[in-house]
């Protein structure tokens, strides 16, 4: 008889039997004793439950119809990375800054803020939907520069968000509410996550063309060609510096003939900005945001300071939505506070009110971009001597055209095999595009990660 206690889950029924079933000859033990022949579902992920009395149910998991979504290429090779018990390997895949010594820095400027905060003992109570006003003000002063015009008419809305990603997702929430089936085009190549955002949001997301594999940096012809072509009201995704993950950037020429095109076509802009100040200073980074500005249209930003002030675990974002007047900047406001608090309901304190208080102290605005600069060159250096190694070694593969990339990344033309030699053969991880975080290395990794391309290389 069996004596196991009642209301008890019943094993999953792929190819073994629960133990009433297995004394009952493969019959089912209902009421009274009774047997009935068992139906076995090997494909449905289904379980028996047994109440009080003896009686079992089928239960089919609300969860059956799931599928398992393919790892993200990053964390893919981030969790290989992590399992990997030598000694000597190297991690190139992470979008990660690392100093001179391969340490994640914590910035000078973020120290003292940070100590200055907690001093004050200041409760962590709520913050503002949309974030403190002082740290709005200063997100738009750093986008558009400090008095900027756009600012004085009162077009821009900016709500603290959860990182870039929530920036872009919460942005993609407000475009799906008014401009729901429209198109949104992103480079090909680009951040993973771009489409993921979108796709999710219910957009179709389509590639428009931005790297040539041949020159090592932006195809803008074509590009230009296929946005000429996309419908009315179509979202176009754009880097606004330090593409990623090419590294490859839009000239200011192209830019310039860029802003008027997008608004002739009645395209949306939505400027991804997650690397402002790692190009070629903060205000030449942000001139493409400030370009759009001018021109009079309408469109969204996405910021992120996760790079810039090394608080990658504090989620510390903005996004900016620019309208045509004040009273339209009001209504898109409204919306994207409704979504924001359906959401998440308020943004994170403890970064947000770091980036506050060094963007709005003078003498630590001033420490934080001496370092930032800092930074920026260290990432130029390694990315000169890398290129200029490699195109000595192998003057047919072009490899000088990684010193006119910028940011943290570059495209370094290594194929799917090659970069798959590299991380098997000599612990080097890259992704099989041949993208690496140039932000990695320093000078006592470059010789290796130098020897191990060319290698590679040769075959």
């Known amino acids: 008889m069996d004596c196991e206690p009642k209301n008890r889950f019943i094993p999953e029924r792929i190819g073994t039997l629960p133990r009433a ?36 149910t089928i239960m089919t998991s609300l969860f059956a119809g799931i599928q398992d979504a393919p790892l993200d290429p990053i964390m893919r090779l981030f969790e290989a990375f992590n399992a990997d018990t030598s000694t000597k390997k190297l991690n190139l895949v992470v979008g990660v800054y690392t100093d001179a010594d391969g340490k994640v820095p914590r ?40 008095g900027a015009p756009i600012l004085t008419q009162n077009r821009t809305a900016t709500l603290q968000s959860i990182g870039g990603t929530g ?54 012809p074509a590009m230009r060609a296929y946005l000429q072509d996309l419908p009315k009201g179509s979202i176009v995704v754009l880097h606004a510096c330090c593409h990623n993950p090419t590294g490859a950037d839009l000239t200011p020429d192209a830019w310039s003939d860029l802003a008027p095109l997008l608004a002739e076509r009645g395209l949306i802009p939505f400027l991804d900005i997650a690397y402002q100040g790692f190009g070629d200073g903060l205000d030449a980074d942000a001139a493409p945001v400030r370009l759009f500005a001018e021109s009079g249209q309408e469109f969204f930003v996405a910021s992120s300071f996760s790079k810039s002030f090394s608080l990658y675990g504090e989620r510390v974002g903005a996004l900016t939505i620019v309208a045509e007047n004040p009273a339209m900047k009001t209504k898109v406001e409204s919306l994207a506070k409704r979504l924001v608090r359906a959401s998440y309901s308020n943004p994170v304190t403890h970064g947000a009110a770091i980036v506050e208080m060094v963007l709005t102290d003078p003498e630590l605005r001033a420490d934080w971009e001496r370092e930032l600069a ?22 047919e593969r072009g490899f000088d055209a990684i010193k006119a990339q910028k940011g943290m990344f570059s495209y370094t033309g290594l194929t799917p095999a090659e970069a798959t030699r590299l991380r098997e053969e000599h612990e080097v991880y890259a992704l099989e595009t041949g993208r690496i975080c140039v932000a990695a290395v320093n000078t006592h990794n470059i010789d290796h990660v130098v020897d191990a391309i060319d290698a590679v290389v040769k075959g």
Do not use: C
């Not at 992920?45 to 009686?55: C, F, K, V």
């Not at 907690?118 to 400090?146: H, M």
């Open 21 to 56: 079933e297995a004394l009952a000859g493969g019959r089912d033990v209902g009421n009274k004793g009774v047997g009935r022949p068992a139906t076995l579902d090997r494909t449905a992920r289904s379980r028996r439950i047994e109440d009080p009395l003896g009686r079992l």
């Open 107 to 146: 910035l000078r400027a973020v120290q003292t803020a940070e100590k200055r905060w907690i001093e004050k003992g200041l409760p962590k109570t709520y913050r503002p939907i949309e974030g403190t006003k002082p740290f709005r003000d200063a997100v738009q002063a750093l986008l558009f520069g400090a």
């Open 374 to 395: 800092e930074m920026r060159e260290r990432i130029r250096s390694m990315r000169v001597r890398m290129a200029d190694s490699l195109q000595q070694r192998h003057p």
């Open 167 to 220: 920036a872009l997702k919460t942005g993609a929430d407000v475009l799906a509410r008014l401009n729901p089936g429209a198109t949104v085009a992103v480079s090909n190549p680009s951040w993973e996550n771009h489409k993921a955002l979108f796709s999710q949001a219910g957009f179709t997301v389509v590639d428009y063309p931005y790297f040539s594999a041949e020159t090592g940096g932006v195809d803008y």
